[in-house]
């Protein structure tokens, strides 16, 4: 499969916004995600997307704040967030897979190198 690309990730205040861009370089999949993860604490789910279907599905820690969009023309999914927290600050990382259900979140296999997201009170 191709590669997964993030960008987008930066420093903002409490109350910013950012949008996270994952690209793919191939492929298109069936499910794609994103992901976080804080040092010193497991990687957590964040959002879930069909690229066949839509209907997101999010976190509660961010469900109202983040919306996963995509554009099937550049291979390209998209994650904005909006009224960012201290408790957002992670690594995000976009990941795709194509076996379903979308929502079974332990066998993503196609990852990306990760985007920074800190957030500052």
């Known amino acids: 499969q191709g590669q997964l690309v993030e960008s987008g990730g930066g420093s903002v205040q409490t109350g910013g916004s950012l949008r996270l861009s994952c690209a793919a370089s191939e492929n298109t999949y069936n499910c794609m995600g994103w992901f976080r993860q804080a040092p010193g604490k497991g990687r957590e789910w964040v959002g879930l997307t069909s690229t066949i279907s839509g209907g997101p599905t999010y976190a509660n820690s961010v469900t109202g704040r983040f919306t996963i969009s995509q554009d099937n023309a550049k291979n390209t999914v998209y994650l904005e967030m909006n009224s960012l927290k201290p408790e957002d600050t992670a690594m995000y990382y976009c990941?795709?897979?194509?076996?379903?259900?979308?929502?079974?979140?332990?066998?993503?296999?196609?990852w990306g190198q990760g985007t920074q997201v800190t957030v500052s009170s």
């Open positions: 990941a795709a897979k194509s076996t379903l259900p979308c929502f079974r979140v332990n066998d993503y296999n196609y």
